[in-house]
Nanobody
Framework: QVQVVESGGGLVQPGGSLRLSCVASGIIFSINSMAWYRQAPGKQRELVARVMSSGIGNYAVGVQGRFTISRDNAKNTVYLKMNDLKPEDTAVYYC????????WGQGTQVTVSS
């Protein structure tokens, strides 16, 4: 099963940007679809974006046009570039395979606040 280490979160003002990174191991990274998920306080974890082995990305409606998911197979790394961040993007962000595997990393906290 996949093991992941997420990084890149932080505190940012509304309208700001962040880039999250996730290094994966334990799988043949290049053939797996990968995804970013997030969990806000009091809410269920939700899918934010996924990237197929081909590099094609798909997005949740609320982040379409603001977030970009990408991958570097040579580095076993998946990225999430987040622009025009909004307070409702505040959450812990996790990466995992798509469909999700049973094990989760520690996540990285993103807080959007003025």
């Amino acid at each position: 099963q996949v093991q992941v280490v997420e990084s890149g979160g932080g505190l940012v003002q509304p309208g700001g940007s962040l880039r999250l990174s996730c290094v994966a191991s334990g799988i043949i990274f290049s053939i797996n679809s990968m995804a970013w998920y997030r969990q806000a306080p009091g809410k269920q974890r939700e899918l934010v974006a996924r990237v197929m082995s081909s590099g094609i990305g798909n997005y949740a409606v609320g982040v379409q046009g603001r977030f970009t998911i990408s991958r570097d197979n040579a580095k076993n790394t998946v990225y999430l570039k987040m622009n025009d961040l909004k307070p409702e993007d505040t959450a812990v962000y996790y990466c995992n395979t798509y469909p999700q595997g049973p094990a989760w990393g520690q996540g990285t906290q993103v807080t959007v606040s003025s």
